[in-house]
């Protein structure tokens, strides 16, 4: 039977390159349980010769990443499996990743109309075995719920640099899924807590670094006992409207002095038991639009995901 592909990087690209100077990386919601039932599978793999580097720095050293959906054809509310191979330039497997953030390896995914977001790992449910890391095969279970595109995105690290690629996806019947609406409120609230984003500076603009700083108060009063989750103050998933944009980012503490370091919030990232009310997030946009920002902050034990959005000049 043939299908016609469902894995497909923005504009046909399908690669992901170890970032040796700059790149981004990540972090939630647990994944569903594997079904025994036999299906069929799908590959896409793509040569750096199509690559489109989407604004970052390439070195000598190149790791692709394969991405396998089982099934084939993705169905809304049918429990699928995401199975990501991570090769060397030679084709070999990579098999020295490196634990960032208590994870091996962090996948995000998120719908089109950004109703749906999840942060999930291949150890959510079951230890990373060793097989899995001879043949650098990581698989995750989602369930989705919605027909339509979804980005599928994800994060790792080897040999002290970063790696970071983005997928998108359709998934087939019903539901389906509608369009993003605009809504750049700035003050909102999540469950217990009222949340205010501030923007500095107030205009964004593509390629320079902005700080995101969020507020979070409970009842009027200063929230002050946010817990880390995954030892960081917060994570970040940053999407742009056409899923060409994908940014994992750290929030870190007021003071902070690691700055827009992604290297440093990964490997020594010593954030407090208890913190707040303030979190700041530095980060450069790659490109105009507008864009989704989900965040993740610990609070009494659960993770609790803020939702905001920006437009960038």
Known sequence: MTNKPIVSPKKNHI??????????????VSARAASSETVAMH?????HGDMQMKGMQMKSSEITVDIETV?????????AKLIFTIRSGEGKPVQDLQITHERLVHVIIASADFAVFAHIHPDDLAPVTDEMKKKAEYPVRFTFPKAGQYIIALDTAAADNLISEHFTVDV??????????K??????IFGDLSVTLSIVPEKITAGKETTLKYMIR?????????EPFLSAPMHLAIISS?????????GQLPGSPMGHDHMAHMMHMNTPKKFGPEIDVPVVFPGSGVYQIFSQVGYKGKVIVLSFMVEVE
Do not use: W, Y
């Not at 970032?19 to 972090?27: H, I, P």
């Not at 056409?242 to 750290?250: P, T």
């Open 183 to 188: 809504d750049f409120s700035r003050e909102k």
């Open 242 to 250: 056409d899923l060409d944009n994908f940014i994992h980012e750290h």
């Open 218 to 226: 409970k009842d009027g009063k200063p929230v002050t006992d946010l």
């Open 172 to 181: 087939s019947g019903e539901p389906k899924m509608g369009q993003f609406v």
């Open 71 to 79: 099934p084939a054809q993705l169905k809304a509310g049918d429990s």
């Open 15 to 28: 690669l992901l390159t170890v970032l040796l100077c700059t790149a981004f990386v990540l972090s939630l």
């Open 43 to 47: 590959e896409h793999h793509h040569d």
